[in-house]
C-alpha cells in the first residue's frame, strides 16, 4: 500500500514543499513587517551553495557537520537578506529593484555560481546528506508512516518553525508589534516601537530562513551541486505567502499543494504513465495567478489581505 | 559630546549634474566592490577587469559581438522602462520575449515564400502582437482586479517557458523540424534566409538591424512620454493614483495599455532573436540568455530613460559578451551576474543622492564652544 501512487506523491509532496516551507516562513516574516523582499531565490541560492561548501570542507562525524552546514546556510541568507535590508530600510531603495538586484547578483548567474566554480562544488556529491529517518519505528504504518514518520530532519524542523512562527507573530507581544508596522508604521512608531530595527530583525531572520531552505535543495533533495538547483522555488514562496493569506499555517498547507505539484509530473513518469510534462508543471504557476486573483479581489480583500504597508518605505517625517 | 546627526531630507529639486554623477559613481562603487571579491577569493583584480573590458569592447570583433548581446537587452530594458515609470512592475520580459519568438517564427514559416521586407515585417509585428497579448494578462488583471502585477507576470514567464518546452520537446507543432534528424534531436524548424534580418556595417563593426528597432522604439518612447497626453497622463497615474482619478484619467485602460505596449516591445525583442541571431526556435538557449531579468537591471541603470537604456544595454551587453568570451579561459564563471548585481546595487544605494539631501548637523553646543573659542 505505501508504494500506491497516491502515498508516493504524498510523501513526496512534504519533501519537495519542505524548502519551500521554510523560504515562504521568511518571506512571510519579512512582509509582516512590511518589507517586501524578492531575493528570496537569490538568497535561498547562496545558503545552498555556502552550506554544500560547508559539509564538503568541514571535517567531522555526520552529525556534527550537517548542523553546521544548515547554520552556515542560515548565516549565508541573513547576510544577503542584511544586503538588503540596508539597501531598503536605510537607503529607502525601491524593493522591488533592490530584491530583484539582489536575485540577480547571488543567483544562478551570480555570486552561488562563482562561489561553485571557485571552490569546484560540481565535481563532488555530498559527503553527507540529510537522510530519511524512521521516527518511532512507525515508518512502515500504512499511509501516514511514509508521509509523517519517514521524513528528513529538516522536515520534522520545518513544523517545529511553523509552530513557533505563528505563535510568535500571533500571541507574543514582538509578534504584535511585527504586525502594526506591516499595518500602520507611524502608529507603531508613535507607540515607541522602533521600526527600523524591527523591519531590519525580520529582513534578516527571513534571510536565514530562505537560506535553510536553499540548504534542503543542496543537502537533502538533490545533494550535488548545479548552478541554479533552486529552480525558481524562491519565485513561488513569494506567491506562497500570499496564497496563505500572510499566515504560518497556511503556508504548511499551500507548501505541500505546491510540493505535490511539482513532484506529481516526475512520479508519474517513473510509474510509466505518458503525460504531458509541461502541463502539470504549469499548473503551480497558473493556480498561483488563479490564488492571487482570489484574494485580490472580493472575499480576500475584505479581512484577508496583505500588510496594508507592504513595500512601502517609512520615512517619519514624510507620509 | 554627542555625536554628529545624519540628517537625510527629501529634494525639491533634482540636480542635473546628480543625474549624471551618480550612475558614473556607482559603476565606480561596484568596481571597487568586486575588486574586493577578486582578491578575497584570490584573483588579481587589474588583470580580470583588463581582460574583461578587452573581450568586451576592444579586441577584434568585440564591438559587434557587444552589439548582439546588447541587442536583447535593450528590448527587454525599454519593456521594463516604459512600465516601470508608470510604476508598473511588470517583471514578465522574459515570457513576452518567448512567446514574441513564438511568434514572429509561426509567422516566419508561415510566410515562407514572401519577399524579405514583407517577411521582416510580419516578424516584427507577429512578435509584438503576441508579447502584447502576453503582457496584457497581468495588465488586465491588474487593471480590473486588482492583483499584483509582480507576480502574475512572473509566474506567466515559468508558464511562456514551459509552453516554449512543449512546442520544441514534447509535440510535433507547427514550429519543430519533424524531419529525421530533428525526431531525434528536437529543435525548431529553420527559417527562410529571407527572414534572416540586414546587418549594418560601419567600419569593422556590424549592426544588427534588431539593434536599429530598438533605437528607433527608444525614440518612439521618448516621444510617447515627453511629448503625448498619454505619457503624461500615463505618469501622473503611477505617481499618484488618487489624483489621477480626480483629475478624470481613465487609469485602467492605460494600465492595460502600457502593459501591452511593454510586452510588445519585449516581443519585437523575441522577434529580433529570431531574425538578427538565432533562426531557430531555440527553447533552451532562449532560457538560459535570462535578457528579461537583466532587463530589468539595464532599466534601472538608465534609471527609465529611454536612451539611456540603449547605452546601458550595450555597456551590460558589453559584460555578457565578455561573460561568453572567457568563459573558456580561466575566468571566474559567475563574475558576470555579480557584477550586474553589485551595479545595480550601487546604482539604487546612489539613487538616494539624488532624491535626498543628507546633511551632517552638528550639535549645536558644539558648535557654539568652537565659535567662542574662535573669537
Known sequence: MNSSIVVVVLASAVAYGTPLLYAALGELLAERSGVLNLGVEGMMLVGAVLGFLAVQRIDGPKGVVLPLAVAVAALAGAVAALVLAFLVITLRANQIVAGLALTILCGAAGLSSYIANDFELAANPARYSFEEVNAFGLQELPVVGPVIFGQTWLVYASWICVVLVGLYLSRTRPGLNVRAIGEVPAAADAMGISVTRYRYAHTIAGGAFAGVGGACFSLALTPLWVDGLTGGTGWIAIALVIFAFWRADLCLVGAYVFGAFSALPLILQAKGYTVTPQLFQALPYVMTIVVLVIVSSGIGRRRLGAPASLGVPYVREER | MSLPQVRIEKRLEQRRWLMVAVPLGSLVVAHIAIAILLVATGHPPIPTFRRLFDAAYLADGALTNSLIAATPLAFTGLAAAVAFRMKLFNIGAEGQLYVGAIGASGVAILLAGQSAPVLIGAMIVGGAVLGAAW???????????????????????????????????????????????????????????????????????????????????AFIVWVLYTRTRFGFEAQVIGDSPRAARYAGMRTRR???????????????????????????????????????????????????????????????????????????????SGLVGVMQGMILFAMLGGELLVQYRISIARPIRHARAQTESAS
Open chain 2, 254 to 332: 492605460k494600465i492595460v495599455a502600457i502593459m501591452c505596449l511593454s510586452g510588445a516591445i519585449a516581443g519585437i525583442g523575441g522577434a529580433s532573436q529570431m531574425g538578427d541571431f538565432r533562426h531557430v526556435l531555440d527553447a533552451r538557449g532562449l532560457q538560459q540568455a535570462n535578457y528579461g531579468y537583466t532587463g530589468i537591471v539595464v532599466a534601472a541603470l538608465a534609471r527609465y530613460n529611454p536612451f539611456a537604456v540603449v547605452f546601458a544595454a550595450f555597456l551590460l551587453g558589453g559584460l555578457q559578451n565578455a561573460g561568453y568570451t572567457l568563459q573558456s579561459a580561466e575566468f571566474p
Open chain 2, 135 to 217: 503582457g496584457a494578462i497581468p495588465g488586465l488583471l491588474r487593471a480590473f482586479l486588482r492583483t499584483n502585477e509582480i507576480i502574475t507576470s512572473l509566474m506567466l514567464n515559468y508558464v511562456a517557458a514551459l509552453v516554449l518546452n512543449y512546442l520544441i520537446f514534447d509535440s510535433l507543432s507547427y514550429w519543430r523540424d519533424t524531419s529525421a534528424t530533428g525526431l531525434v534531436f528536437p529543435q525548431g524548424k529553420v527559417l527562410v534566409d529571407a527572414a534572416t534580418w540586414p546587418v549594418t556595417t560601419i567600419g569593422s563593426v556590424a549592426i544588427p538591424f534588431g539593434f536599429l528597432v530598438a533605437v528607433a522604439v
